[in-house]
């Protein structure tokens, strides 16, 4: 019965820690009720800064250039931390499949650092999951895999519901997390915060209260984004980029191609070029702008300014003279 009793007076301390999170998030996904979740703590040293370097870019209005790459590891992962791109996505749904790898490359990444005092440059994982409801819950240990190795965020491929997209969401968090209309109670599992927390530079503690969805949680710093990519996902673009949690959406030419145009060896290089491809990228960005979140295009030295008008915040090339052009065209400083 005493131990029953302290563990009951434990709890009451702990609520008494709760405090209101009063910043407004996206418009599909509603703030989070007084009282229903921690303060964030944050570091003397990073005063007023995300973690995640892709939300302080965007909360100055800045768009954002990535990097990509596979079946990479701790070598690589050191060279990569010099970058200039604000990210990097660590292809895994055609590269290879090793978790391992993506660990070590992340630990490459975190003993390097950064120079924007950040500490680490943001991961966003893609992973070989068809972005089918019962493929995304039956393969949701891929997702919480990628997290727990310290990654920040995760590009679900070929998006083809909003159940699909939920999941994705519900996978990302704890189920201490507040639940939200919209969601399910968050199933990912203790453990799971250990080495994370190590790159991302927190003690576990903090890292459970930060490995939240940005900007369902304002104070979060996980990424989470949608490829919609073939007609069936097309069909429900404009529900799936309005779940709660979701960040940003693309529109996938590559594999929009296959489906609209044919064979790319008989189709010509300027497949995107096809009214039915201009018509569906449209879409698409329209849907992201309806609901508050970010398009992300592959971006050119020819294509970046009329890109960045059209509405783009992120753009592939992230260390190129495209995203230089970008840059000065936005009159990005990179100061914090």
Known sequence: MKTKQLFLAGLAIAAL???PVSAQVQPNAPAFAPGTFPAMPTKPTRTGKHLNRIIDMWL?????????????????GKRMANTKADYITYEMEHGALDFH????????????????????????????????????????WMIQQALAAGAHGILLCNAESPEAAKIMVEASRYPFAPVVPG????????????YAAKIWGLTPQEYLQRAEPWPLNPDGEIILGVKIENPRAD?????????????????GPGDHGFYLV???ATAGDRGDMAPNMVAVRKRILDATKAAGIKFLNACNEANVIDQLKDGVMICTGGDSPAADKGRAFTKRT???
Not at 62 to 71: H, I, N, S, T
Not at 183 to 194: A, E, K, T, Y
Not at 235 to 251: H, Y
């Open 183 to 194: 969601l399910n109670q968050g199933f990912r599992g203790n453990g799971s915060q250990s």
């Open 334 to 336: 990179d100061k914090f």
């Open 101 to 140: 790898e993506l660990r070590e490359f992340m630990r490459g990444l975190k003993e390097v650092g950064t120079r924007t005092g950040h500490p680490t440059v943001p991961v966003i994982v893609t992973l070989p999951i068809q972005g089918t409801a019962d493929a995304v819950r039956a393969n949701a």
């Open 17 to 19: 820690a709760y405090t």
């Open 235 to 251: 069909a429900n673009v404009e529900s799936t980029v309005r779940v709660p949690g979701i960040a940003f959406a693309e529109w």
């Open 60 to 76: 100055k209005g800045q768009p954002v250039y990535y990097a990509q790459l596979e079946a990479a590891g701790y070598e690589d």
């Open 262 to 264: 044919g064979n790319p």
